[in-house]
Structure formats: C-alpha cells, structure tokens
C-alpha cells in the first residue's frame, strides 16, 4: 500500500523545523521519513535540515525534473525532491516542510495527503522570529504580515488537523505522533 504524504505546514517561526528535528528519532521508528529540502539559501542560513544551492542550481535541478513538488516564498526557491514519490511507493510516509501558499498546488498531486498545520500564539510568534536571529526585523515584519492572507481560512478548511506549538516542544511532538497513529480521526 502507498504511503501517506504529510504535509506539515505554519507561519514562520512557529516550530516547523524544531518540531521536525525533534521528532525525526520517534517518526524514523515509525517508518516515517522526513524529506530534506533544497532551498536557495546560503549555506550558513539553511542550516543541516536543508539543502542550500544557488539560483541557477535550483533552475537546473527543477529543469531535469528532480523535484515532486516546488514553490517561491519569502523570496526563496524551495524543491521538494523526486525521490519521495519513490518512498511513497514503497509505502513508506513522509513528512514534507511544506507552504501555505502551494497547499492548493500540492493537494491536487497528493489528493490523500494529511495537512498539519501548526499554530502559535500571535505574541509568541515575533519574539521567536527575532530570538531565532536567522533574518532582518524588515524580513520578520514581512513573514508576518504574510500571514494575515492565511490565517482564519486555513484554521478552518476542512482537512486540516491543527498542532498548537506555544507550549512546550515536546508536547507537540507527542501530539503530532499522536495524530499519526492509525486509527486516528486526522487519519481516517
Ligand atoms: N515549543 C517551543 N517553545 C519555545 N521555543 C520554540 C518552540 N518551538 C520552536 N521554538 C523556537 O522558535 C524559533 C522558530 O522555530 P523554527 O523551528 O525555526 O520555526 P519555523 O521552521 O516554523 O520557521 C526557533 O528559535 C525555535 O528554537
Ligand atoms: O507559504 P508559507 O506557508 O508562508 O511558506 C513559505 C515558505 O516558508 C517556510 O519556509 P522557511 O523555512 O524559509 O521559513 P521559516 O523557517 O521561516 O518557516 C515554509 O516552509 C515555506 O517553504
């Protein structure tokens, strides 16, 4: 049987990468893989999650066809590559780093997938963008101000299992493996 895509999905700043990092261990034991992304970021900036490569390197991955999925935000490329459909086939899952902006792009590939979108408390939100220290208070306030277009409709559209991250981390990834258990309401 196929796998299922997950597609983990959040404002800036609201625990995406943490929350992946911190759950890459558990989701492994579960046959879950996390799919490293390729961005045109620098290398300092991208950190060891993802794949940093220049603009033209991008252009020619995305012209061989290596990426399943791929979307512009915040001024950056980002390519999901290939090879998940391949782990998608051999049944195994996968958890994506996803957009809010590509959700309508991605569900009609994935139509089965499994939307997660995590939240966190709008006065938490800037602090952590600005305790993180990875881009200009010019760059946070547009991140911000990207969210204004997402926020209430996507809370409430259907398919979309929300995740709060304003507590602690480890509750969140005790939730989100949660949710992924068969069985579950998010997953039926
Ligand atoms: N539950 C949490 N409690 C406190 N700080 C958190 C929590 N989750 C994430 N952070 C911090 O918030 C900042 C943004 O998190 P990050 O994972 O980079 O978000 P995203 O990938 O969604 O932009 C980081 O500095 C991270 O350490
Ligand atoms: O359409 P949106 O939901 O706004 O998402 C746009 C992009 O921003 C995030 O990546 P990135 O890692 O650059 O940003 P972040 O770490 O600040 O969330 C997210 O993973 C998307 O790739």
């Given at each position: 049987?196929?796998?299922r895509l997950?597609?983990l999905?959040?404002p800036?700043?609201s ?7 911190a759950a890459?261990?558990p ?6 893989r996390i799919?490293?992304r ?10 060891e999650a993802a794949?940093g490569?220049s ?15 791929s ?10 590559p290939?090879?998940?459909d391949?782990w998608l ?15 309508a792009?991605?569900?009609a590939?994935?139509p089965t997938?499994l ?7 709008q ?13 200009s208070?010019?760059?946070i306030?547009a991140?911000l101000?990207?969210n204004?277009?997402f926020s209430?409709s996507?809370k409430?559209?259907?398919g979309v ?8 981390l480890?509750?969140t990834?005790?939730?989100?493996l949660?949710c992924?258990q ?6 039926a």
């Amino acid at each position: 049987m196929a796998g299922r895509l997950i597609y983990l999905i959040g404002p800036s700043g609201s625990g995406k990468d943490s929350l992946l990092d911190a759950a890459r261990a558990p989701l492994a034991e579960r046959g879950c893989r996390i799919v490293r992304r390729v961005i045109t970021r620098s290398a300092e900036a991208v950190g060891e999650a993802a794949q940093g490569v220049s603009p033209a390197q991008f252009a020619t991955l995305q012209a061989e066809g290596g990426f399943a999925l791929s979307w512009q935000a915040n001024g950056l490329s980002y390519g999901i590559p290939r090879q998940i459909d391949d782990w998608l086939a051999a049944g195994d899952d996968v958890l994506v780093n996803g957009s809010r902006g590509h959700l309508a792009q991605t569900r009609a590939r994935y139509p089965t997938l499994l939307v997660v979108l995590l939240t966190v408390d709008q006065a938490v939100l800037r602090q952590r963008l600005l305790a993180r220290g990875r881009e200009s208070v010019a760059e946070i306030d547009a991140r911000l101000a990207r969210n204004a277009q997402f926020s209430d409709s996507l809370k409430a559209a259907p398919g979309v299992f929300l995740l709060d991250n304003s507590g602690p981390l480890a509750h969140t990834v005790a939730r989100l493996l949660d949710c992924l258990q068969p069985g579950h309401s998010a997953c039926a």
